[in-house]
């Protein structure tokens, strides 16, 4: 049962409502992390633009508290200022100024030193990221000139991203909380989308399984999608074959029993006589009756067997064969028929290989019906010929010299059941029906052409040459 259960899960189709929405949310939660980085990273760096602001307004005011006086330089920064910088909650801001000599004037000594250099503007804020006492911190500096000064006094400020990174993560925390406002919504707008863009698969569905059996007429390609329209016109195509086929079969069918009946009521007939028979010679009579009553219906029975074959969808194992070789095979099984007769069977071998891509057990059908139909119409003293002829193409022809086919029946006969009237030989009408369907599943061409020579009929059947590697001829069992 283990087994078993894998292999339905193995065959079983996804749903197309299932694959359209797994497509469209795998990229979604792919992308949607994704997203969140790229949102956090928009976040810190809008907030680290308000506080560089905020850093860089600091440094300007505290570099406007340096002076130069008594041959010193000062920074006078209230203590309110130093209390503002130091309430900034979790953040840690330091500041320093220096002096000319690179001596710290005020503030923080372990901020590192800054040299000035031309490409440097005085009086512009500069930013850098640093490292001080374990931390990342945020930098803004300025070579500040005083009034009384030559040089430039080096004026700094840095603090932690403590402030910097806890504003990103309440807006991206903000975003974050919308999007999962929203996400249920747009589930539920995609779920409701995509049941109402299949709504017309469904309605398609119902009109099919609406139907009934015997129904194969073509859908309307109208009333599907546009998407589903090549699909539709292919059920259509198949339907249409289908169709045909069931058409076929069921006048198969009539045919087969209207000609099944004619025998057995005469085996029946003969057996009634037999059995209110009582002497000995007019049963021996009546019974030679039944044989040969049961002969042919046991030849009706393998032609019907044989054109079903035929007809089979299925395609035949095809093999390369010698064609030449095959005809010859076959008419000697045909001698003591024709002896019985009293007609001449002959056999015109080709001077060359004559190969071709066919079905053995078809093939051998095909010259059967052949040699019985030249046979069958042929009266006693007769010839029958079959050769085939190596060209471009190869050529099979068998030649009588029997009764013939007038012009107007010469196409009709491939009609199956159909017989030419005016002859009081037996037969089914289907020996030439045989023939052609063979014939096209060999890609072959049938000719049936009066005798040149006297009176009787000549059938051609052209095949395409093989160009296949040589094979072994292969003989029905």
């Known amino acids: 049962m283990k087994g078993l259960r894998s292999t339905d899960r193995h065959h079983r189709q996804p749903s197309l409502f299932g694959e359209i929405l797994d497509w469209m949310l795998t990229p979604f939660l792919v992308l949607w992390p994704i997203s969140m980085a790229i949102e956090y990273f928009i976040a810190y760096s809008v907030a680290s633009s308000a ?36 309430a900034r909650g979790s953040d840690q801001t330091v500041y320093q100024v220096r002096g000319l ?47 009384g000064l030559t040089g430039a006094v080096l004026v700094q400020m840095a603090e932690t991203d403590e402030r910097r990174v806890r504003l990103a993560s309440d807006i991206s925390s903000a ?35 609406g139907r009934r059996p015997q129904d194969l007429s073509p859908i309307d390609p109208a009333e599907a999608p546009e998407e589903v329209r090549p699909f539709i016109l292919s059920i259509n195509e198949l339907m249409a074959r289908l169709d045909a086929s069931l058409a076929a079969q069921q006048r198969f069918v009539a045919d087969a029993a209207h000609q099944m009946r004619t025998p057995l009521a005469g085996l ?20 030679r009756q039944i044989v040969v009553g049961a002969d042919r219906a046991a030849r009706l029975v393998n032609q019907l067997l044989a054109l079903a074959r035929a007809d089979s969808d299925a395609p ?51 010259l059967g019906n052949l040699l019985d139909n030249a046979i069958r119409y042929t009266g006693p003293g007769g010839r029958v010929t079959a050769r ?20 107007i029946d010469r196409e009709r006969v491939f009609e199956r059941f159909y017989r030419v009237l005016g002859t009081e030989t037996e037969g089914s009408g289907l020996g030439l029906a045989i023939v052609r369907t063979i014939a096209e599943v060999h890609r072959a061409r049938v000719a ?27 003989t029905a069992a």
């Open 51 to 86: 506080y560089d602001r905020e850093l860089k307004d600091s440094v300007i005011v505290l570099a406007r508290q340096v002076s130069f006086d008594r041959g010193r330089i000062q920074a006078d920064v209230p203590v309110t200022a130093v209390a503002m910088l130091q």
């Open 101 to 147: 000599e690179d001596e710290v004037v005020a503030g923080d000594r372990s901020l590192p030193l800054i040299d000035f250099h031309a490409e440097l503007d005085p009086q512009r804020v500069y930013f850098r990221d640093d490292h001080l006492n374990g931390n990342d911190v945020r930098v803004a500096y300025m070579f500040a000139q005083v009034p």
């Open 175 to 209: 975003v974050l909380t919308a999007q999962f406002a929203i996400l249920p919504i747009a589930l539920l707008m995609v779920w409701f989308g995509l049941a109402k863009g299949i709504a017309p698969l469904d309605e398609l569905r119902d009109k099919i399984r």
């Open 268 to 287: 029946k007939t003969q057996a009634e006589l037999a059995l209110r028979q009582h002497d000995a010679a007019g049963i021996e009579h009546t019974m």
């Open 316 to 366: 035949a194992p095809m093999a390369r064969l010698d064609l030449d070789r095959l005809t010859l095979e076959v008419a000697r099984e045909w001698v003591p028929r024709a002896m019985d007769k009293r007609i001449d069977l002959g056999f015109e071998s080709a001077p060359s290989a004559c190969y071709v891509e066919g079905n053995d057990v078809l093939l051998r059908e095909l």
């Open 388 to 407: 085939v002829i190596a060209n471009d193409q190869i050529t099979l022809e068998v030649e009588d010299n029997g009764i013939g086919i007038e012009p």
């Open 448 to 474: 049936l052409d009066p005798n040149p020579n006297e009176r009787g009929t000549v059938v051609r059947i052209v095949f395409p040459r093989s160009k296949a590697a040589p094979q072994p001829l292969r």
